[in-house]
């Protein structure tokens, strides 16, 4: 019965094409709001991916005891590798190589074809053993670096503070006061490798005259076997080396950044709620000037409740229109794009939580931006009403 | 024009199916737990001749039987996780904010008393009668915690390189 009463479906839907310059206007700034949201979301969601991705819950990395929760502080001797590789059980092994990782990784600037002052770049030296513990990297384009060669990571670009196509394949980089050329450029699963600058181990040492490693990492066959690792280190403590599960490293690594995490939903909320009070106005004005129709609907005999309802329908589908198109924006221009942190660099992230949470917040604008000014609308006199200009 | 609106929202109600259904699903594997019985470790008489980790370490050789005294600390973590084996200090020796200035006999989780931390410290591992070390988190195992007293029976593990372990049979709590 009460389906009876309602206005058409149609109706509403009609009344959004009779006002078409309205109508885009709203649709516009519902879709630039929608966007932020989605914007700050992926922000927060791509920081959370890159930093979660790097930690492997069955790798172990083994550093200084004295370096803090730092290892670009840290210096361990370059026989650690054979020697956990000799003293710990349960380090995976792959067609019978182990996958034991000695690294060497620094900070430091780095000048690329193209870029008018070096900028502070992630270099990892690492052997052909990395893939073996990092299973997430991939080469995507060009070859493993040989002598005098370098790889980099996706977003390393961004990290440096250069153009991409300054690190394609064949380009130079220079660091600590050797040049290299780019044999290859490798992905990462979204981890924060993704905005490194892998280098052969042999060569960065010779470069950087050192002979010590800054970590060794090993890739475990099951996580209960990390708690081996760290066994051996606490047994020999002479080494003055510590264990951390990978994941808890990066993990530790994550609580840093819990207030800029903080602070982007804090932005969120800014922003869903300066859209629900434009939404408001927005719809104010659409309302006001449609006091005589709605009264007029009123004396046809629909009932307040059908005309309240009719106006929230045209205002969500407004907003949900508004939410597909910046979706669409969002999964064609905002997804993938690189941001430089202090760890590196991570890629903004559209994924199904910001866009269930930007929709979640077009809906929202839909329905309480409508039904104040709706209300208010219906509060007039039916007479008084018509009579309105 | 009906058909038209209905398209529009089946449109609109895809487009929000689509997009939210865009994310990869999450995988997570549980952990499988041993079961062991820790009462055949816990001592319900306290050991005689305890001796504190300072001491041992001077006098202990390796193979000998020893009994400890100590509190379970001196380390950010000293458990192992998954492992019947934690770290063990000194009883006279006390764990102050690394922010504080350090007086006699006490110190600090940080760096700046690694070597101290290294002499009043030792590595206690519960091992089952065949020398095997009991895979089974001392906390459950023992139901111990940290800041614990407790007095450890078993055999010193110690080489010319200054390591020092303790090899425990036996763990009595002082409560």
Same mark, same amino acid.
């Given at each position: 019965m009460l389906g009876a009463r309602l206005l058409p479906w149609d109706y509403g839907v009609r009344n959004l094409f009779r006002r078409p310059s309205r109508t885009t206007l709203t649709l516009g700034g519902m879709t630039i709001v929608v966007l932020l949201v989605l914007v700050v979301v992926g922000f927060i969601r791509g920081l959370e991916r890159s930093l979660s991705a790097t930690g492997?819950?069955?790798?172990?990395? +083994?550093?200084?005891?004295?370096?803090?929760? =730092?290892?670009?502080?840290?210096?361990?001797?370059?026989?650690?590798?054979?020697?956990?590789?000799?003293?710990?059980?349960?380090?995976?092994?792959?067609? @019978? +190589? %182990? *996958?034991?990782?000695? %690294?060497?990784?620094?900070?430091?600037?780095?000048?690329?074809?193209?870029?008018?002052?070096?900028?502070?770049?992630?270099?990892?030296?690492?052997?052909?053993?990395?893939?073996?513990? $990092?299973?997430?990297?991939?080469?995507? %384009? @060009?070859?493993?670096? #040989?002598?005098?060669?370098?790889?980099?990571?996706?977003?390393?670009?961004? /990290?440096?503070?250069? $153009?991409?196509?300054?690190?394609?394949?064949?380009? *130079?980089?220079? &660091?600590?006061? *050797?040049?290299?050329?780019?044999?290859?450029? &490798?992905?990462?699963?979204?981890?924060? &490798?993704?905005?490194?600058?892998?280098?052969?181990?042999?060569?960065?040492?010779?470069?950087? /005259?050192?002979?010590?490693?800054?970590? +060794?990492?090993?890739?475990? =066959?099951?996580?209960? $076997?990390?708690?081996? +690792?760290?066994?051996?280190?606490?047994?020999?403590? =002479?080494?003055?080396? /510590?264990?951390?599960? %990978? *994941? =808890?490293?990066?993990?530790?690594?994550? /609580?840093?950044?819990?207030?800029?995490?903080?602070?982007?939903?804090?932005?969120?909320?800014?922003?869903?709620?300066? #859209?629900? &009070?434009?939404?408001l106005n927005t719809m104010y004005g659409a309302v006001v000037g449609r006091v005589r129709e709605l009264a007029t609907l009123q004396a046809l005999g629909f009932r307040r409740r059908a005309i309240l309802l009719t106006l929230v329908q045209e205002a969500t589908l407004l907003a949900c229109a508004g939410a597909i198109l910046a979706c669409l924006v969002g999964l064609l221009v905002v997804d993938g794009a690189a941001v430089r942190f202090t760890m590196g660099a991570f890629a903004l992230r559209v994924d199904s939580v910001g866009i269930a949470i930007a929709c979640g917040v077009a809906a929202l604008l839909g329905v309480l931006g409508a039904l104040p000014p709706a209300a208010k609308a219906m509060r007039l006199p039916v007479v008084e009403a018509i009579k309105s200009v | 024009m009906r058909r038209l609106n209905t398209a529009m929202t089946g449109a609109i109600a895809a487009g929000f199916a689509v997009l939210i259904g865009c994310g990869a699903p999450q995988a997570g594997a549980p952990l499988a737990g041993a079961d062991a019985d820790g009462s055949a470790y816990l001592l319900a008489e306290e050991p005689d001749g305890a001796m504190g980790v300072i001491q041992a370490r001077e006098a202990a050789h390796d193979g000998d039987p020893i009994v400890l005294v100590g509190r379970i600390g001196g380390a950010t973590n000293p458990w192992v996780e998954g492992r019947a084996a934690f770290t063990l200090l000194d009883p006279s020796m006390l764990v102050v904010d690394e922010s504080q200035g350090m007086g006699e006999g006490q110190l600090c989780t940080g760096d700046c008393c690694a070597t101290e931390r290294q002499a009043c410290t030792t590595l206690v591992k519960v091992v089952d009668p065949q020398g095997q070390l009991v895979a089974v988190d001392a906390r459950k195992l023992l139901g111990l915690k940290e800041a614990d007293m407790v007095v450890v029976s078993g055999t010193a593990k110690k080489d010319e390189l200054g390591n020092f372990q303790l090899l425990a049979t036996g763990v009595h709590v002082r409560r």
């Open positions: 492997s819950p069955d790798v172990v990395l +083994v550093y200084a005891l004295s370096s803090g929760a =730092d290892i670009e502080n840290s210096s361990i001797p370059g026989s650690t590798a054979s020697l956990l590789t000799a003293s710990v059980e349960g380090v995976r092994s792959h067609h @019978g +190589v %182990e *996958a034991v990782s000695p %690294e060497l990784y620094l900070a430091t600037r780095i000048n690329a074809a193209g870029m008018a002052e070096p900028g502070m770049g992630l270099v990892r030296g690492v052997t052909t053993a990395a893939p073996l513990v $990092r299973g997430q990297v991939q080469l995507v %384009e @060009g070859a493993w670096p #040989g002598p005098g060669e370098v790889m980099v990571g996706r977003l390393a670009y961004s /990290k440096i503070g250069a $153009r991409q196509e300054d690190l394609s394949i064949g380009q *130079a980089l220079s &660091f600590d006061g *050797a040049d290299w050329t780019i044999s290859g450029r &490798f992905a990462a699963a979204g981890s924060a &490798f993704e905005s490194e600058v892998w280098a052969p181990l042999a060569d960065l040492q010779t470069t950087l /005259k050192r002979q010590d490693l800054s970590l +060794v990492a090993v890739d475990m =066959d099951s996580p209960g $076997r990390v708690a081996d +690792v760290d066994l051996f280190c606490r047994e020999r403590v =002479d080494l003055e080396l /510590k264990a951390v599960a %990978e *994941a =808890d490293y990066y993990a530790s690594l994550q /609580k840093h950044y819990r207030p800029v995490r903080l602070l982007g939903w804090i932005v969120v909320a800014l922003v869903a709620g300066s #859209g629900v &009070f434009a939404g | -």
